[in-house]
């Protein structure tokens, strides 16, 4: 079974920068496709970028412009660049990783993998 550590949450102000990461505890990205997930409490998780497996990613409306996904395949890591952040993209955020897009991108609750989460706090 393929796990996944999470890095690089925290506080960040609005407008600043963070970047997460996903690094996993073996080479998946010949079978998997990856994504983050997001969730605040009282929500379900909201999808936030996706990966395929041959490289292609997708951003979500609600971020686009202002997120980047990424992946070091050498490093097995899938990385999550957030620029200009706000104090509504405060939340928990997850990798997940499933071997079905369809599954990535609509039924979360189906998916394979998640990582542990990652608190992102955006306030001044």
């Known amino acids: 079974q393929v796990q996944f550590v999470e890095s690089g949450g925290g506080l960040v102000q609005p407008g600043g920068s963070m970047r997460l990461s996903c690094t996993a505890s073996g080479s998946i990205f010949d079978m998997y496709y990856m994504g983050w997930y997001r969730q605040v409490p009282g929500k379900p998780r909201e999808l936030v970028a996706i990966?395929?497996?041959?490289?292609?990613?997708t951003i979500v409306d609600s971020v686009k412009g202002r997120f980047t996904i990424s992946r070091d395949i050498a490093k097995n890591t899938v990385y999550l660049e957030m620029d200009i952040l706000k104090p509504d993209d405060t939340a928990v955020y997850y990798c997940?990783?499933?071997?079905?897009?369809?599954?990535?991108?609509?039924?979360?609750?189906?998916?394979?993998?998640w990582g542990q989460g990652t608190l992102v706090t955006v306030s001044s």
């Open positions: 990966v395929t497996r041959a490289g292609t990613t």
């Open positions: 997940a990783a499933d071997r079905s897009p369809y599954t990535l991108r609509r039924t979360p609750k189906y998916v394979e993998v």
